[in-house]
């Protein structure tokens, strides 16, 4: 069973910091590239940031300098430490496993909505 699990979202106002956090299946957490993705009301799915088996990690543009993805891989899980939140970072974030190359190894949690508001 492959199992993707996100908490840690809610509201936070402008500046401020959540954390999320993806519990994965053990069968496939250490050989997936994990990331974060995230959905605003009327736009496109965007990638936020993936990290690899070997800890390096990828951001989109927007978020470098605020978002660090970090994983514990005695935990199964995947962190979003996500600071200096703007508005603009309102929206469903969604923890994701993938392996390059395989498209049918592709795995979604549920999402948690993160919203920045004052």
């Known amino acids: 069973q492959v199992q993707l699990v996100e908490s840690g979202g809610g509201l936070v106002q402008p500046g401020g910091s959540l954390r999320l956090s993806c519990a994965a299946s053990?069968?496939?957490?250490?050989?997936?590239?994990m990331g974060w993705y995230r959905q605003a009301p009327g736009k496109e799915r965007e990638l936020v940031a993936r990290?690899?088996?070997?800890?390096?990690?990828t951001r989109a543009d927007s978020v470098k300098g605020r978002f660090t993805i970090s994983r514990d891989n005695d935990k199964n899980t995947v962190y979003l430490q996500m600071n200096s939140l703007k508005p603009e970072d309102t929206a469903v974030y969604y923890c994701?496993?993938?392996?390059?190359?395989?498209?049918?190894?592709?795995?979604w949690g549920q999402g948690t909505q993160v919203t920045v508001s004052s």
């Open positions: 994701n496993a993938m392996r390059l190359g395989l498209s049918a190894y592709n795995y």
């Open positions: 053990a069968n496939i957490f250490s050989i997936s590239i």
């Open positions: 990290i690899f088996s070997s800890g390096a990690t």
